[in-house]
């Protein structure tokens, strides 16, 4: 396991027993390196959307927690927000919960003359992701073949 994903797991262990105390979700970490900076990134989630509030509540609880672990090397920023409208869905739980969305999924290579397909959700596995289009057709993908599926959303 690299340190990226033990840093995450360790910092999802954390931060689980904080979120479910405030009634909020805990949608993903991420520990990624932008530009010269690291930033560890916890997203919550919760009925009706989070609110800045909400996330200042989490953010002061987990970093009082990080500077007693102590278990990242090296600076890093913290940033504890909501996923956002476009919210990918990377883990078993976010597709489970997305059965019936409408989700967007963008292809490493063209497929049928195009990189970007909008479903609704019908079907996942560990191997293939399902999609059924407006008019009713499937259109199974296999995971190998995706570069993103993030729910959809309209303007």
């Given at each position: 396991?690299?340190?990226r ?36 990134r ?64 963008r ?32 259109k ?9 599926v ?6």
């Open positions: 396991m690299s340190k994903e033990v840093y995450e797991q360790k910092t999802e262990e954390i931060l689980l027993p904080i979120v479910e105390k405030h009634g909020f979700e805990l949608w993903d970490v991420e520990y990624v390196k932008e530009g010269s900076n690291w930033y560890l916890a997203y919550i989630d919760k009925p009706g959307g989070i609110m800045v509030d909400d996330c200042e509540v989490v953010s002061r609880e987990l970093s009082d927690i990080l500077d007693e672990k102590d278990y990242i090397e090296g600076a890093y920023i913290l940033e504890v927000s909501s996923p956002g409208l476009g919210r990918p869905l990377k883990k078993e739980r976010d597709f489970a919960r997305s059965i019936g969305e409408e989700v967007e999924i292809t490493y290579r063209t497929i049928d003359r195009q990189k970007e397909f909008i479903g609704i959700l019908k079907d996942y596995d560990k191997d293939k992701v399902t999609i059924e289009y407006e008019d009713g057709t499937l199974t993908f296999e995971r190998s073949e995706i570069a993103l993030r729910l959809a959303f309209d303007f």
